[in-house]
């Protein structure tokens, strides 16, 4: 149930002592917008990409309590979550990072048959960058709470940077998802 996956997520966010937490934190935050959009009836499948955050999280989980041995990209980030010199953006982006380029394409491959293939799977896709783009001035107001430097950044350009990094990142991993076809 995603309602367990988001409070584990959280948990995992309390429970961290160093930057740790930070993606975590987002994450819960995330998934929740992901779980009100599914009951909102804004995915084509909604149960279905139920299931699928909640595989998606699974692989985080996994690799940040211990279940598993966590791949290179994980251990990467447990490796500086202490370092203070980084930014908590450098923080979030490396957890994204990891959990981007190597979670989600391996809860594709498990889970792209049950919606006859990755193209079955685009509209929610594109619903999902839907509600990234509408959650990430929660995003950024938060960090901004703690990193000023957030919001000078955000600003720049009317937010356009932003919003085409979001767009420029949504096409890459539209094009490298359908070569797994």
């Given at each position: 149930m995603l309602d367990d996956t988001i409070d584990a997520?959280?948990?995992v966010a309390l429970d961290a002592d160093d930057a740790s937490g930070y993606f975590p934190a987002m994450y819960a935050r995330v998934t929740d917008r992901i779980r009100d959009a599914a009951t909102a009836g804004r995915?084509?499948?909604g149960a279905g990409m139920a299931r699928f955050a909640e595989a998606f999280a699974e692989w985080y989980l996994r690799a940040m309590t211990g279940t598993t041995t966590p791949p290179g990209c994980w251990q990467a980030c447990r490796n500086v979550a202490d370092d203070g010199r980084l930014l908590i953006v450098q923080h979030l982006l490396a957890g994204i990072n990891a959990h981007v380029n190597h979670d989600l394409p391996q809860v594709v491959i498990q889970l792209a048959a049950d919606r006859d293939g990755i193209g079955g799977m685009r509209a929610d896709f594109d619903a999902v960058n839907d509600v990234l783009s509408e959650t990430m001035p929660?995003?950024?107001?938060?960090?901004?709470?703690?990193?000023?430097w957030v919001n000078i950044a955000a600003s720049r350009g009317g937010g356009r940077v932003f919003h085409f990094s979001l767009e420029a990142a949504r096409a890459q991993a539209w094009r490298s998802a359908v070569r797994l076809e």
């Open positions: 997520l959280r948990g995915f084509d499948d929660d995003v950024l107001r938060d960090l901004g709470r703690v990193s000023a």
